[in-house]
């Protein structure tokens, strides 16, 4: 009778409650979630309660006249996978499947399988992909470093040499860091960089890296294994930070030219070596100061003068001066022949 009456109440329940059953059901069903990219397919899964399992069946069709047929053992976690090598002309349907605890096997949505298409790249991305192609490149944050790098690069606003990467990796940290101004330019330099930094390039760094982001998004979104979502989100945020970081840039350099010039009128800016002899180049921040008076340049606890008039406006002058052991082995040299010198005097006198 207790048997009769529990078949009934589930019979009452499959007709009155058709909703309960279906929602019984989609809580074992695997969400699937398909991204079409470049020749790819992102394939993302995610479980209403996850199971204790470790890998998933992956199966694939481009028919649904045809039969699924096993692609690849996949692991759980992380929660994707890329299907790449497709063409763009057909459409690819997928299942996952895993068989539970209790021994029944759990699939995706198998009455509307998840599909997509790749997609085709065009002339004009393929282009600008193949800039990059060949650049180690493992996500969003690195992407958007060399498209900085590339826009200040192709500026031609910075002297030659300049290290634009270091520049580069400081736009798009998440650390604010004073840029070492004074380590990377001589003195004569950070004055021009004040109206270089003036360029409109500052300005549109950020709509242009958005922009490049915008086009490579088809190919590099899927070989990131990033979901729209997370690709908008990154990018944007990688956009703000272009943004603060330039503006925290001008404080700084602002900052150091402030102190730069309230340093004493000369600064030595730039030292360079040869074989018998120094180069040291000198910059007069304050030439106004300096006029009718000397400068003393002290070198291995020698003390060396030059005097200059320099009126106007910033100067660079170079002093040359030779190696202290040159100098002390001519002060010798001299004395030495002063000394045969005199001797000789001596000896001319006495003879005569």
Known sequence: MIQKLKIIGILLI???CPEY???????????????????????VWNFPEPPEIDSLILFR???????????KIIPVIPNRH??????SKNRYFYKLTYHGADGQQKSSDLDTPPFGRPLKINKHQNMII????????NNIESLITILIEKQISESNILPTGFNTKALSLLLSSNFKS???????FPVRDIFQMETKLENELWQNISNQVNQKMETLR?????????????WTKRVEKGVYLIEEQINYLFLSFEDELELLKKQEPVRVSW???????????????????????????ISNEKVRNSQLGVPGAVHLVNILYYCFTTFYYLLLLVRTCLLVFTTRLQLFTICC
Do not use: A, M
Request: hydrophobic share 35%; aromatic share 12%.
């Open 218 to 230: 088809p190919y590099y979104r899927n070989k990131f294994l990033v979901t729209p979502q997370e």
């Open 14 to 16: 499959l007709c009155f």
């Open 178 to 184: 004073k840029y070492p101004w004074f380590g990377h």
């Open 82 to 87: 890329l299907d790449d090598g497709l063409s």
């Open 61 to 71: 069709t481009e028919s649904l006249r045809d039969s699924f047929q096993i692609l």
């Open 130 to 137: 193949n800039d990059f192609i060949h650049k180690n490149i």
């Open 271 to 297: 030292l360079r070596f040869e074989e018998n002899r120094n180069w040291v180049d000198l910059s007069l921040i304050s030439p106004g100061q300096l006029f009718e008076k000397d400068i003393t340049l």
């Open 21 to 43: 059953v279906q929602s019984n059901q989609n809580q074992d069903r695997i969400q699937v979630e398909i991204v079409p990219g470049v020749e790819s397919n992102l394939i």
